[in-house]
């Protein structure tokens, strides 16, 4: 890491503003605030030799889907790199903040078009390392969680267990292959033990459509 890398102010103002950019938003179907997650994507982006502008877009990757940032505030205050990043991480502009489209079919669309993007050569590795380390932290917290309180977790979602798994797996395969290394041996380490979790629900349904 070069000196211009090194961790400073502008980091710490990043976490301030996303910070203030999920106040009041928590983790689906749990009192955790939105926040935690954020911080763990920016860890594992600096753990797996991120520079501090790719820690800070993994601090906002979420703020344009779920928190109704425009981009161009994003380019304003950390500038044009950072904003790619977030940009190119982000699945869709939302209509309005605070107001989703739930749809399953949008869901898989988007989903679809996200691992083409990461598929595709042109994509710069700062945005695999910051999807990849964004897939990481999810698939630990549903991991968790399925040990803990059991396939019940997957009706947090706006998809069930089949689309989710699909999408953890096709994630897992694209960016080991993309961008090979600890980080995504782990996703993909990781998102094994979620699949094996999860199988026996495969005999009982899915708990989101009963």
Known sequence: MSADDDIGPRFAAAVEWAASRHRGQTRKGTTTPYLAHPLAVAALVLEHGGTETEAIAALLHDVVEDAGVKPKRIRKRFGAKVARIVEDCTERAPVRKGAPDRSAKTWSKRKRRMVRHLADPDT????????AADALANARAIVADLRRIGPEVWSRFHAGAVDQLWYFRSLATVLSRRLPGALTDELRAT???MERLAG?????GDPQES
């Open 124 to 131: 710069a590795d700062a945005v695999l390392l910051v999807k």
């Open 191 to 193: 998102v094994g033990e």
């Open 200 to 204: 026996w629900w495969f005999d009982v």
